[in-house]
């Protein structure tokens, strides 16, 4: 009686063992599709967004000067204002620029995931200047509130300066709240919003968790900035000379002009070779993952056929069976695609993540894979 209580017990925790290990596959499953679901819709969206961007490819030039250029000569607001009138002039009002930057904030009213970095005790957020065109070149818009008029582009006479905060600081920042005495939020921009850098094999960066200002705020502290990322529509070559010499005459040397046409297929070739990777990968996984669960669910039912076969002769129907086979699986692939979720949104980063299920699918996969083939080879030689 002992050894059959005991043998009984010895089952009980062999199964709850192996529902462990299908709770993890669960999860290992959930963490898969979510990521292709993920990607698919950065896919969508960046394809959206370059496809507007695509519409102005033949026509759009950029201008970039190294920062760390030693050539990077004093510049007035008073020679950003002549620079940026002289440029627009040339380009039929169509040439805009951008800088990235940062300020240092001390609301309260901002969690420290959006700190860029710190330093002396000071917190420093990554913001984004811009120039009028901006947002129209890259449709971006806001979800709430208003964008930057052509008086905030040019008048600096306010005591509080009109910002646009990105998407995930909407849930912490409304329209209307003043940062520090100085800032004044008027629109939050809608999800999504992004650029086009303007150097050579560069990305498309987010501006979700970005700050913008109108680029005349920090004209006041150096009017180069202009040039920095100047972009311009025009697809005459000898306005595209002009525009050179005259980025010249301010002193600009180290700088280079290029056409968007070869940015943006750099970009597609780039983003398509990562694309094709993770979905092949992702693919793999996915099969280890449905074989290892297959095999796992088969073996379960195996081990307990005998149990079934009692039941069933003491009266329990096909329909109590089943129930009895699902509840529990149902039961585990509920639970776990609730840490699945935890665990995605921490293991966002695609390195982290890839390991992760290698590491993990392969240790799980491992036993039932080899279990499955190995009984078919054990009942050949039997047979034999």
């Known amino acids: 009686m002992l050894e059959i209580l005991s043998d009984f017990c010895d089952s009980v925790l062999r199964r709850k063992g192996k529902y462990f290990l299908f709770f993890l596959q669960m999860i290992l499953i959930f963490i898969i599709g979510q990521y292709t679901c993920h990607l698919a819709i950065k896919y969508v969206s960046f394809h959206q967004k370059l496809k507007q961007i695509s519409e102005k490819k033949d026509k759009s030039y950029f201008a970039f000067q ?3 250029s030693d050539n990077m000569p004093d510049c007035t607001l008073e020679t950003y204002q002549k620079f940026r009138k002289e440029i627009n002039e040339l380009c ?7 800088g990235v930057s940062d300020i240092v904030l001390k609301s309260s009213k901002i969690p420290d995931k959006f700190i860029a970095f710190k330093d002396t005790g000071k917190k420093y957020f990554q913001i984004t200047y811009v120039t009028e065109h901006f947002l129209d070149y890259y449709h971006i818009k806001t979800k709430n509130g208003k964008v930057f008029s052509q008086k905030d582009y040019e008048d600096i006479s306010s005591n509080l ?11 912490y920042i409304k329209k ?42 920090q004209a006041k502290e150096w009017g180069g900035c202009y040039v920095n990322h100047l972009t311009f529509s025009i697809n005459d070559n000898a306005v595209i000379e002009k525009i050179t010499k ?14 968007m046409r070869k940015q943006i297929d750099d970009l597609k070739a ?7 990777f993770i979905m092949i990968m992702n693919g793999i996984l996915s099969v280890f993952c449905i074989i290892s669960i297959v095999s796992m669910l088969v073996h379960l039912i195996e081990e307990r056929k005998t149990e079934y076969g009692i039941r069933m002769i003491c009266g329990a129907s096909r329909k109590d069976i089943c129930i009895n086979i699902m509840l529990p699986v149902a039961a585990i692939i509920c639970t776990s695609s609730v840490p699945s979720i935890v665990l995605c949104n921490n293991l966002y980063e695609y390195l982290l993540q890839l ?11 491992a036993f039932p894979i080899m279990h499955w083939l190995k009984k078919p080879i054990q009942e050949l030689k039997k047979e034999r």
Do not use: C
């Open 66 to 68: 190294d920062q760390n």
């Open 176 to 217: 209307g709240q003043i940062l520090d005495g100085k800032y004044k939020v008027i629109g939050v921009l809608e999800e999504g919003a992004s650029y086009l850098d303007t150097e050579l094999n560069s990305d498309v960066v987010s501006m979700d968790d970005q700050i913008v200002i109108p680029m005349i705020y």
């Open 161 to 171: 300066i009109p910002v646009l905060v990105g998407a995930d600081y909407g849930e």
């Open 270 to 276: 780039d983003f398509w070779t990562e694309v094709s």
């Open 92 to 98: 039929n009002d169509t040439a805009f620029s951008f």
């Open 246 to 259: 005259k980025i010249r005459q301010y002193g600009f040397k180290d700088y280079e002009i290029h056409g």
């Open 355 to 365: 390991i992760a299920i290698l590491l993990m699918n392969g240790l799980v996969a």
